[in-house]
Each structure stands twice: as structure tokens, then as C-alpha cells.
């Protein structure tokens, strides 16, 4: 079967295996974010359980603020470009599924979304004012 979470000799921490690669431009995207870019930063990656979705709403403040997206080699452009509506969508996908699948519970899933838009708008909130970028 298919392991989801696997303790690794090599590493302290559990869960699915990174490359090296993986793990170095992760490390020093993190290095690279000031102090009120990593508490954003914390805060969209814990709601949306994403490690890419706070990065790309990071990575879209930064962008905005200098002009660019921040790297040569990437050129696809950033789905969010401080878009909290999209980031907040995407952060839903997999509960969302969930309630199509097996319904609302009301008193629970309603007030997990409501919290979900206000962590990730405050977060981008947060990198707006720090920014000087615009949310949308």
C-alpha cells in the first residue's frame, strides 16, 4: 500500500521524503524573508497546510514590492499577486472536497472557512502594509 508518513533514519522529522534540492531552496527562500514575511509566512502555511501556498503569497508581496517575482529562472507567473480570495480557495481544496463527499457540519466546516479567510487575509494584510502592496 501506499505509505502517507514514514519515520526516516536519516532525518528527525517524519513524513514524506524531500530531495536535497528540495530542502536547500526552501531553506534559503525562508533565510531570505524578513521577520514580518515569516510571520505571514507562518500563518498562511499553518492554515492552508501548505508550505507552497505561503510561499507563493510571500513571493507575491516581495514581487510587487520590487517589481519582479524575485528570481531569473522562474517565469510563470504567481496565481496569487496578493489575490487573498485565490489563496484562500486554495487552501480549501482538500476540505472542500471533504464536505462535497460527506457534507457540512454546520458549527464546524462554516466556521473553519470563515477562519481560514481571516488568517489568510490578515496575513496578507500584514505583507501589504510591510510592502506597501495591495490586497485584493
Known sequence: GLIMSRARKSKKSAGLPHSEEL??????????C?????????????EAKSFLVGMAV???????????????EISVK???????TR?????????????ES????????????????????AAMALLQSVHGTSVQ
Not at 62 to 67: F, P
Open 87 to 99: 489563496a484562500v480557495a486554495a487552501s480549501r481544496v482538500e476540505e472542500e472536497f471533504q464536505i
Open 23 to 32: 530542502e536547500v531552496n526552501a531553506r534559503k527562500f525562508l533565510e531570505g
Open 58 to 72: 510571500v513571493q507575491a508581496a516581495v514581487a510587487n514590492k520590487n517589481g519582479n517575482d524575485g528570481s531569473k
Open 78 to 84: 504567481n496565481p496569487f499577486e496578493m489575490d487573498a
Open 102 to 121: 460527506w457534507g457540512l457540519v454546520e458549527g464546524g466546516h462554516d466556521y473553519d472557512r470563515l477562519n481560514c479567510s481571516i488568517q489568510i487575509h
Open 34 to 46: 524578513d521577520a514580518w514575511s515569516l510571520a505571514a509566512m507562518q500563518s498562511v502555511t499553518m
